[in-house]
């Protein structure tokens, strides 16, 4: 006697792509969300909307050193020098100091 399914549509016959795909290890008990080093675009288009400040602000900061060796150059092109270093010491005049008078301790 076959056995009775206990629900009309079960999870594999709804998603047959996903859930009996190969390459995708996860169980299925897992979480929903994709982990990042087993299908990064996955992960990233799944960061994008369900987290968008993270994945936004993750973009913008390597965005930075990615871009150190490129703006300089431009900045020069278009006008825009470097300023003066800051003094870093005071310069001492020349000649004899001068004896304080009127502050007596």
């Known amino acids: 006697m076959p056995q009775r399914q206990l629900a009309a549509w079960s999870s594999s016959t709804l998603y047959p792509t996903i859930l009996n795909?190969?390459?995708?290890?996860?169980?299925?008990?897992?979480?929903?969300?994709?982990?990042?080093?087993?299908?990064?675009?996955?992960?990233?288009?799944?960061?994008?909307?369900?987290?968008?400040?993270?994945?936004?602000s993750v973009i913008v900061g390597a965005a930075g050193p990615a871009l150190m060796p490129i703006v300089p150059p431009i900045r020069h092109y278009f006008g825009d020098v470097?300023?003066?270093?800051?003094?870093?010491?005071?310069?001492?005049?020349?000649?004899?100091?001068?004896?304080?008078?009127?502050?007596?301790?």
């Open 21 to 56: 795909s190969r390459r995708y290890t996860q169980s299925r008990t897992m979480s929903a969300a994709p982990v990042f080093w087993s299908t990064p675009l996955r992960y990233c288009r799944w960061a994008a909307r369900e987290r968008p400040a993270l994945f936004w």
């Open 82 to 105: 470097d300023p003066a270093p800051v003094p870093v010491t005071y310069p001492v005049p020349n000649g004899p100091r001068k004896q304080l008078t009127g502050y007596d301790d």
